[in-house]
C-alpha cells in the first residue's frame, strides 16, 4: 500500500502547476484581422468570464483522485482484555473502639473514617496509590456479628458506596470484636469465588474447542487474599482467629493483617444535651498485635502498624506492590475502503469539465 503522506505530497505540487499550465496556455490564432485596435474596446461576455470554471473543474478532479489513490478508510478497533487479577476481600472492624479519634491530614477523625478515606485511595487510586481497577474486590464488616457488606465485585463505585455507609454499631448487644467469624467468612467467599470462576472458565474454553483461535478466560485469578484492619482484640463469635486463618492457608489465601491503633487515646462523646466530652480510652492495651503478626505468618502475609493516616498508607502501599494483576490486551482492526465516493466525484468533476467545454463554454474552431 502506498503510503498517505506521499499522495498529499503529490497534490500539493500537481494542483498548483496544473492550474497554472492551463491558465497560461496561449494558442495560436485562428483568424488574422489587419488591426486589433476595435477588438479592446469590445466587452468580455459572461462566457469568457466564467470559462475559468474548466480550470476549477480540472483542479477538482485532480484533488479528487489523488484523495481516492489515498485510500480513505473507515477503521473499527475490537479490543479484548484478558485479565489475570487479584480477588480481594477488605475486613475492616466497626466495633465501637474505632469510633476513637486519629489524625488525618492534619484533622482529628475516627479511626473508622480514617480507614474508609486510605481503602477509597487503595480501590480507586490516589495519593500514591494506583487503583485496584481489573482486580475483584469485596466488603466483609464486623463488630460483635461478620457481614458480607458487599460481595466481589468489579464495580468498585458499589463496594466504595457500601464502605461509605458502614457505620459504628449504635447498642451494647451489637458490640464487640469477632475477628475469626470474619476471616472465616471472607475466606469462604473466596473460595466460592474461585470455584465459580473456574467453572465457568472451564465452560469457555470447551465451547471454544474445535475452533481456529482459542478463546480465553475474560478473568483467572492470581492470587487470593484478605486485608484486616482492626483496632481490639477477639471477644466475641463462635470461630478462633487461628483457627479461621489455618482454613484460609489450606484453601491458599494470604492474610494481611493491619493493626490501628494511634497516639490519641480518646474519644468525643456528645450527650443528651447537645455537649460534647473527650473521654480517654487506653487504646494501647486492647490491640492484639501478637496475634494479628500469628495470622499473617500463617497465611504468607504481613503485619503493620498503623498509628496515623501515613502509616496506614504506607501499608497498604505495600500490599499494593505484592499483589499486582497481569493484563493481557489483544486487538482486532477491521477497515472498510472509503475510496469509492471520492472516485466517483472525480469523475463526475472531469465529466462536468467535458460538458461544459462543448456547450457553454465551447469555441470555435
Partial sequence: MVNVNYWILFLLILAPVTGWLMMRRKGRAQLRFSSLRDAGTVRKSWRIRFRRLLVVARILCIVLLVVALARPRKGSKIQKIST???????????????????????????????????LEDFVRGGRGLEGRPNDLLGLVTFARYADTTCPLVSSHDALLGYLEHTRIPQTREEDGTAIGDAIALAAARLHEAEKDITQRNARLTASSEGEEEEIKPEFEIQSKAIVLLTDGRQ???????????????????????????????????????????VIPIPMGQTLDERLLKAIAERTGGFYGRADDDESLRKIVEKIDEQEQSEIESIEYSHYEER???????????LALEMLMSCTLFRKIP
Fill in 84 to 118: 489475570k487479577g487479584v480477588i480481594l476481600e477488605l475486613v475492616v472492624d466497626r466495633s465501637g473502639s474505632m469510633e476513637a479519634q486519629m489524625k488525618y491530614e492534619n484533622e482529628q477523625m475516627t479511626r473508622l473514617d480514617v480507614v474508609k478515606q486510605v
Fill in 235 to 277: 471477644n466475641a463469635g463462635q470461630r478462633l482467629p487461628m483457627a479461621a486463618a489455618e482454613l484460609a492457608k489450606e484453601w491458599g489465601i494470604k492474610i494481611y493483617t493491619i493493626g490501628i491503633s494511634g497516639k490519641e487515646n480518646f474519644m468525643t462523646i456528645t450527650d443528651a444535651f447537645g455537649s460534647q466530652r
Fill in 339 to 349: 475510496f469509492g465516493p471520492w472516485a466517483l466525484a472525480a469523475l463526475a468533476a
